[in-house]
């Protein structure tokens, strides 16, 4: 068993490096505890995959070094690593039967035959695979494939890290919950580390004790699901989690306080400085934002019902702000007034947060 | 009851079809049908002969032999250009640059015309003059193919993969390149390596084309003619004259035109029926759950 620890990790598939877009990973820092749950989430592109190949060992970083506990690993083959992965798309060996399948991993380690059958009978019942053991693994469905991606990992008990890379974007809907529930319980019971990397922010938050966001090559914020919804350290996770995303509002600090529309929005800290010329914004989730009898005049310019609450789209000025109303409570007529919760409202300077 | 719509316009849409099929084989292969069941002596004069002339042919010890060469040829020609061809798709690169160079070369071969192919080895292998020829002398081999059978079958041979094996190359590597990359990785972290890779990713992946160039190389080469007949003519003696070259002999240089009618029907049925055999054995295991 073994912590994971990524030190200073950059990456570039291009031979010269020189602009920072150039670089697939910018700078990556990164600690991951023994047997903890871990989500990479971000929009495609951001580098996720990257990540992960490079802590499966299927890529070498350009710069930076892979830790697992104390050991040095970034030289070492991903077969010698202690990892297994699975992809996106279903890996099974066509010709092999479901049980030839889950037994290849073991019978290229040369583990005696005995020891074989009775790790993989055990990896099958846990799966739900007992029953089509002597099936041929193409005549799977895509999640029974899937499953056997998976198995092939568990059977090995040197393996100490799961990785899985979208691993459920060829699976029917109504399987998804049904596969996500099976890896939350898996998790729980042979207690390995995994790396969940995922763009669906459902398929993260459900999933993982800890997210990662990425966006353009960095770590933008690793935080509990409830972290990144209450305070997200970036706009982009402000955007990126919750439906809708955060509202962010142009403002201007003065004396200690942002001001935005004229008037000052209350906070639950003071902002002690700002670095000249930052572009300064507030972030505040629609969750957070009600009607007042006095506050930001605005206009309601649409309604949308979501069921058990509405969302309500309103403007000031040419800022549009979101806010949800809950279902039967009354939207104002005229001259409608919005406020802020002041403990979950924050103040970003070039993106970052500074209060 | 139903709605269907009873509507006998879409035999005109098949019709074309349906001429151009007629004209280009039934037709002619009714006209040899023909031929097969009578006996002419020209002037558009037939005599009634039955199946005489089938009993003929497939007791014919000439036929034997020619099918016997043909069979031989054909099993050694597949034997080599098989895994020669996915022996040098997987030495070909991927990516980069040499991808095209690579293409290019392997396709030179195949678009050389047939007579043109059997002209280059005939003066190529020439014991007195060609390059190939001269060189296997000078190593103090007796090397002369227009003399010794065994030199003639080997020129063959050679002249039949230098030309056809780019085919098998071309379609390996298709199919090579139709696997995605996580197979790969996901068999790095399964710890397999050269062979086991081989052995159940890619000879899997490749299975399909493997299957069609396998029948494309077994038809083509069982139908062998231009090159043969350009390089050796069938001789020394009949030793490289296979089943194509005889019948042209019994139709064209004898003018038998009933036995070789015959003869050409149960060579056309050998072809199906080996096909047929090929196709079924490779393809067995699809279906299974």
Known sequence: MSSIGLRDLRHSYLRDPATDADWALKHIDIDWSDGGAYALLGPSGCGKTTLLNIVSGLIAPTEGRVFFGKDDVTDIPPDQRNIAQVFQFPVVYDTMTVYENLAFPLLNRRVPKAEIDAKVREIAKMLDLEDRLTKRASGLTADGKQKISLGRGLVRSDVNVIMFDEPLTVIDPHLK???????????????????????????????????????????????TPVELFEKPKHTFVGHFIGSPGMNVLPCEIDDGAPLFAGRKVALESRIEKTAAGAKLEIGVRPEFVSFASEGIPVEIVKVADAGRYRIVDTRHGETHIKLLVAEGEALPSEGACIGFDPAHTQVYADGWIIA | MGGKTINHKAWLFVLPVVLLVAFNAVIPLMTVVNYSVQETFGDNVFFWEGVNWYEQVLHSERFHASLLRQLTFTSIILVIEVPLGVAIALTMPREGPWVSVC???????????????????????????GLLGKTINSLGIDYNFTQQPLAAWFTTILMDVW?????????????????????????????????????????????????????????????????VFVLTGGGPGNTTTFLSIDLVKIALGQFDLGPAAAMSLIYFLIVLLLSWVFYTLMMRSEGEP
Request: net charge neutral; hydrophobic share 55%; with cysteine.
């Open chain 2, 163 to 227: 030309h056809w094996t780019s085919l098998v190359v071309l379609l390996a590597y298709a199919g090579l390149c139709s696997i995605p990359d996580a197979y790969y990785q996901a068999a790095k972290i399964d710890g397999a390596r050269g062979w086991a890779i081989f052995r159940y990713i890619q000879l899997p992946k490749m299975k399909r084309v493997l299957t069609i160039a396998i029948l494309l190389r077994f038809m083509d080469s069982f139908m062998i003619y231009t090159e």
């Open chain 1, 177 to 223: 919950w049904v596969l996500r529930s099976k890896l939350k319980e898996l998790h729980q019971q042979v207690g390995s580390t995994m790396i969940y990397v995922t763009h669906d922010q459902t398929e993260a938050l459900t999933f993982a004790d800890q997210v990662v966001v990425m966006h353009e090559g960095t770590v933008v914020q690793i935080g």
């Open chain 2, 103 to 129: 293409l290019v070369l392997m396709a030179l071969p195949l678009l050389i015309p047939w007579n043109v192919v059997g002209a280059m080895w005939n003066i190529f292998a020439l014991p007195e003059i």
